[in-house]
């Protein structure tokens, strides 16, 4: 297991990438618009990424929004057999948001670990994808 991203929930991804990619020296590496988010990654020197998540229409990102307001909103780390990650946080008694992996962005599959569960941080598992 290793960081792959910090996602970042955001009304505006354009400017919020502007900021963080000339303080960071972080290029935009990939955007999406997926699930009723427009996703804007940002590559860090050394390896992972700044995801920035802005609602398109409606959704989690802007329930999030408008419940806690712009900010960190997901860990994510790679893992190479998503499944078994799954059941390995099933056996410590976390408790899962997705019992299943779905798809994500750029490709991956993912699956999250309710906050309850990890500390108060969304954890999410990704696995695949193109990059």
């Known amino acids: 297991m290793r960081f792959d991203h910090v996602g970042v929930a955001t009304r505006d991804a354009t400017d919020l990438a502007d900021l963080f990619g000339g303080l960071l020296d972080a290029p935009v590496a990939h955007e999406e618009t997926f699930d009723d988010m427009r996703i804007v990654f940002l590559e860090l020197d050394g390896g992972g990424y700044f995801e920035l998540l802005e ?13 806690e307001g712009p900010g960190v909103h997901h860990v994510a780390l790679a893992v190479d057999d998503l499944p078994a990650a ?14 299943e992996p779905r798809p994500g962005a750029w490709g991956h599959e993912v699956a999250f670990l309710h906050p309850e569960s990890t500390g108060g941080v969304l954890v999410e598992f990704v696995a695949g994808g193109e990059r």
Do not use: K, N
């Not at 609602?55 to 419940?67: M, S, V």
């Not at 799954?86 to 019992?99: F, M, Q």
């Open 55 to 67: 609602p398109d229409a409606g959704g989690t990102i802007a329930e999030y929004l408008d419940r």
């Open 86 to 99: 799954l059941d390995h946080a099933r056996d410590l008694g976390i408790d899962l948001v997705d019992e």
